[in-house]
């Protein structure tokens, strides 16, 4: 079945510490997005990558980084640079004819130890 | 910059009441309009969208009409049932479409009492 996986579930984070989130698309998707999730907050776009080897920063990219070496992952890293990562992550991609209707992972829950 | 502003929840039905979630949005040009729902523990999932004024977006019975002139595109169903009970999300992609991400509302908890 196409679509897209995000691992772990579940992560903590301990002080000082980069955590990577992984995010793999079987979709043949060229666009890919990493959101943040807080309760109240609706979804605000951290990166996102329109082609291989390319990302922009979103809204809030500010204590992350991303990567786009491969087509199908996207990984995102949480860097001790973050001090307040608590949260639930969403990936997300999109085709490119259509780059508005996005499709979403399961989410990562992190949480700070 | 593009915004949108939904009804805060949660908003607590009883089962086979009607259902509206109110959504207003503002954006330059001619976005495209979703509505995404998100069950507990899960992503997000599109429920409907609406490209152009006065499209009407459909699926498994609710439904939501762009309206330019209102800028609103409001959710509703006749007829709610338990298992809509889930968070829903209010998007925009502007003119140039959505390739830098989608602008999100708040978010709708919506709870169907049997």
């Known amino acids: 079945d196409g679509g897209i996986t995000q691992s772990p579930k579940y992560l903590f984070r301990k002080e000082g510490q980069n955590v990577t989130l992984s995010c793999e698309q079987n979709l043949n998707h060229d666009a890919m997005y990493w959101y943040r999730q807080d309760p109240g907050q609706g979804l605000r776009l951290i990166y996102y990558s329109q082609i291989v080897n390319d990302f922009q920063k979103g809204d809030i990219a500010e204590g992350y980084s991303v990567s786009r070496e491969k087509k199908e992952s996207f990984p995102l890293t949480v860097t001790s640079a973050q001090k307040n990562p608590t949260a639930f992550y969403l990936c997300?991609?999109?085709?490119?004819?259509?780059?508005?209707?996005?499709?979403f992972g399961a989410g990562t829950r992190l949480s700070v130890l | 910059g593009d915004s949108v502003t939904q009804m805060e929840g949660p908003v607590t039905l009883s089962e086979e009441a009607f259902l509206t979630i109110n959504c207003t949005y503002t954006?330059?040009?001619?976005?495209?309009l979703f509505w995404y729902v998100q069950y507990p523990g899960e992503g997000l999932q599109l429920l409907l969208k609406?490209?152009?004024?006065?499209d009407k977006g459909s699926n498994k019975g609710f439904e939501a009409t762009y309206r330019k002139e209102t800028t609103s595109f409001h959710l509703e169903k006749g007829s709610v049932q338990v298992s809509d009970s889930a968070v829903y999300f209010c998007a925009l992609s502007d003119t140039g479409g959505g390739a830098d991400g989608l602008t999100f509302g708040k978010g709708t908890h919506l709870i169907i009492q049997p």
């Open positions: 954006a330059t040009g001619y976005p495209s």
């Open positions: 997300a991609s999109s085709t490119g004819l259509a780059k508005n209707i996005q499709y």
């Open positions: 609406a490209t152009k004024a006065d």
